[in-house]
């Protein structure tokens, strides 16, 4: 037999018949949930041989100390009276300020072991904004009008806007759990329309890695104290990112005691998603090789390490990129999306997309499936080449040359065919107007080519028709083209 608490009393969910939950630490004390997804406090009693249910409140007007009280009241032979309600979810008690509670769940929540270091910045950035805003409230004065005009002053950063109001529902939510906010009454919160947070692909064409190469070499050659010049141990890492497809503070974390080269593999002790290990290439472990002959320390632990022999700052490395990418002619890419291209160019390779998954380090599959469209293009080259070929080898057996079927399959043989976007060897060759497009782009650039409207692009490379609308006008800003008339005439071979 469970014993009633906070946690327990919000997950118990609405069946199709009333039940109830009973406590092992007050006899007699129930929790029982109605189909309407009400909970009322109840006590059974035993009176004449006979047993009998006593409402002590609905959870939410009645606490659970509360209720507990009660019960051993009654069950002691108390006087059969309801316990003092709390007051209503609209009044406003004595309670605590908003900004008393950042501290509470700095200290309680935020500062624990419990949460990795990179979410915990991002905790701690989110919850200066909140106290700057919500500060000198109450927390019962705080209304959703207040939150909504706070969400919607941070238009211009939407994915910032969201995480804000999302950690301000889960403070609530714990303030009501450690009994600061009235349990049970709707939070500020409550029925705000999240900005829409569209996902981001951008993806380094061959060209593209081919100038960051470049760049990254002509910094390295550079001296410490020439202008451009950047520290080797940044170039190192941005190397390993470039190559392994890690996320940016797995490459600043890593040991020399993780890398595992008899088998090729670095085994992460803690990651975003948890304990991971990574396949490595031999490539990958011959730079490491080189890495370690050059600049590892005795006693330093970190396979990239900043002045101090300390670990390398995540803002440290972004300025370093920032000054590379800059050189390089690649202000759009952050360094986050090293990663993203690292995936798009295995599979563009034949990879399957569930060893992309483990090279990643994805604990759900359902995450790369985001590049389901990248292995879904290999596949149909996959099925051209297979069509192609077995015409090639039907032929003799096809219908008579006047046959309307044979006709068909012998033009099929004979169309050349024509690629979805430019390949690896080609790409350099497209029209300046399109040189400076991302693989996506390219990809809706070419099938606008051939004369595709918007629903089926959308349909082609499974995204949603908005998605493809904000791709052609990315298309007409960066190539400078006026119409998707001009975008055809200007791709290869329209």
């Known amino acids: 037999m469970p014993a009633l608490t906070e946690t327990l009393i919000r997950r118990a969910k609405p069946r199709a018949r ?4 009973p406590c092992s630490r007050v006899r007699g004390l129930r929790l029982r949930v109605l189909p309407s997804g009400k ?14 249910r006593q409402r002590i409140g609905l959870v939410g007007q009645v606490t659970l100390a509360a209720a507990q009280r009660r019960a051993k009241q009654l069950a002691d032979g108390g006087p059969a009276r309801a316990p003092a309600r709390a007051p209503p979810a609209n009044a406003v008690p004595d309670t605590i300020r908003f900004e008393q509670l950042v501290e509470l769940y700095r200290e309680r929540h935020v500062e624990t072991g419990a949460i990795k270091e990179s979410t915990r910045i991002n905790y701690r950035h989110s919850l200066k904004v909140l106290a700057a805003t919500f500060g000198r409230l109450r927390l019962t004065e705080i209304r959703f009008a207040h939150v909504e005009a706070f969400h919607r002053a941070l238009s211009h950063q939407k994915v910032a806007a969201n995480a804000h109001v999302r950690l301000l529902n889960h403070m609530f939510t714990k303030a009501a759990q450690w009994e600061l906010y009235p349990w049970g009454a709707r939070l500020p919160t409550a ?13 380094l064409s061959p060209a593209e890695r081919r100038r960051l190469a470049r760049a990254l070499e002509e910094a390295a050659s550079k001296k410490i104290n020439q202008r451009g010049a950047v520290r080797w141990s940044h170039i190192a890492a941005i190397q390993l990112l470039c190559l392994t497809g890690c996320r940016a503070c797995e490459i600043l974390d890593l040991e020399w005691s993780w890398i595992d080269a008899r088998v090729g593999v670095i085994r992460f002790p803690d990651t975003k998603t948890g304990k991971s290990n990574r396949p490595i290439s031999d490539d990958v472990l011959d730079y490491l090789a080189e ?21 390398i700052h995540r803002s440290s490395l972004g300025e370093a990129w920032r000054r590379i990418r800059r ?7 952050r360094i986050h999306d090293l990663r993203h291209s690292a995936a798009s160019d295995a599979l563009n390779a034949g990879v399957p997309l569930e ?9 759900s599959f359902r995450t790369t499936q985001r590049y389901a469209h990248l292995a879904n293009s290999v596949a149909r080259e996959g099925t051209a080449k297979m069509t192609r070929a077995i015409l090639r080898g039907s032929s003799a057996r096809l219908a008579p040359a ?17 690629r979805a976007w430019p390949s690896a060897r080609d790409v350099d060759e497209l029209a300046p107007a399109l040189a400076r497009l991302t693989t996506r782009e390219r990809e809706v650039a070419a099938l606008i080519a051939k004369g595709w409207r918007n629903r089926e692009i959308a349909e082609r490379l499974s995204i949603a028709p908005s998605t ?10 960066k190539s400078g083209l006026k119409s998707r008339a001009e975008v055809a005439a200007a791709w290869p071979g329209g």
């Open 39 to 52: 909970k009322v406090f109840v006590v059974r009693l035993s009176q004449g041989g006979k047993e009998r």
């Open 327 to 333: 050189r390089a002619g690649l202000d759009d890419v």
């Open 402 to 418: 006047g046959g309307e079927l044979g006709e068909t399959l012998h033009r099929s043989a004979r169309r050349p065919q024509r």
């Open 291 to 311: 890495l370690e002959d050059r600049h590892r320390l005795p006693g330093v632990p970190y396979v990239v390490y900043g002045r101090n022999h300390q670990r």
């Open 18 to 21: 009333k039940y109830e939950i």
């Open 355 to 363: 060893v992309v998954s483990a090279i990643l380090g994805h604990r």
């Open 191 to 203: 029925g705000l329309s999240y900005f829409r947070e569209q996902g981001r692909e951008r993806f």
């Open 468 to 477: 493809v609308k904000d791709h052609v006008h990315r298309i007409l800003k």
